[in-house]
């Protein structure tokens, strides 16, 4: 198992933060998604653009401040929750993510892997928040 906590500031409203976050119906701005397929309130299935499907289930919404939910996938179980607060100068978002290797030979690369995602998710964030 491994955990990775990132905390990445803003400078933009807090509602501007949280709608373009979890907003499923526009996610163009995720570089590493083709699309997202949104099947009820609580669960969605995220499309790589190499084809890959991962599930995803809300397990709490607080808007505008919290959004968290579990995700699984044929190498992976996990959760993400996201904290949004409003600091000087913009937002601050929290960003905790727990990822379980299903495949012992996959758990030595499941911390890069993690930060590397956190990374591109919060660089691709950024971008599209500063347009």
């Known amino acids: 198992m491994a955990t990775s906590k990132v905390t990445v500031q803003f400078p933009c409203p807090l509602e501007r933060v949280w709608q373009t976050a979890t907003d499923l119906t526009h996610t163009a701005w995720r570089s590493d998604l083709a699309r997202v397929e949104v099947l009820d309130e609580t669960h969605f299935v995220e499309h790589t653009k190499n084809g890959y499907a991962t599930k995803f289930t809300v397990t709490a919404r607080e808007p505008p401040h919290f959004w968290a939910f579990t995700m699984e996938n044929g190498n992976m179980s996990g959760s993400w929750e996201g904290i949004f607060e409003?600091?000087?100068?913009?937002?601050?978002?929290?960003?905790?993510?727990?990822?379980?290797?299903?495949?012992?030979?996959?758990?030595?690369?499941?911390?890069?892997?993690?930060?590397?995602?956190?990374?591109?998710y919060l660089d691709d964030l950024r971008k599209e928040l500063l347009k």
């Open 86 to 120: 409003t600091v000087e100068g913009g937002t601050q978002l929290t960003c905790t993510e727990t990822i379980n290797a299903k495949h012992w030979w996959m758990r030595p690369f499941v911390p890069s892997y993690l930060k590397r995602q956190q990374k591109l």
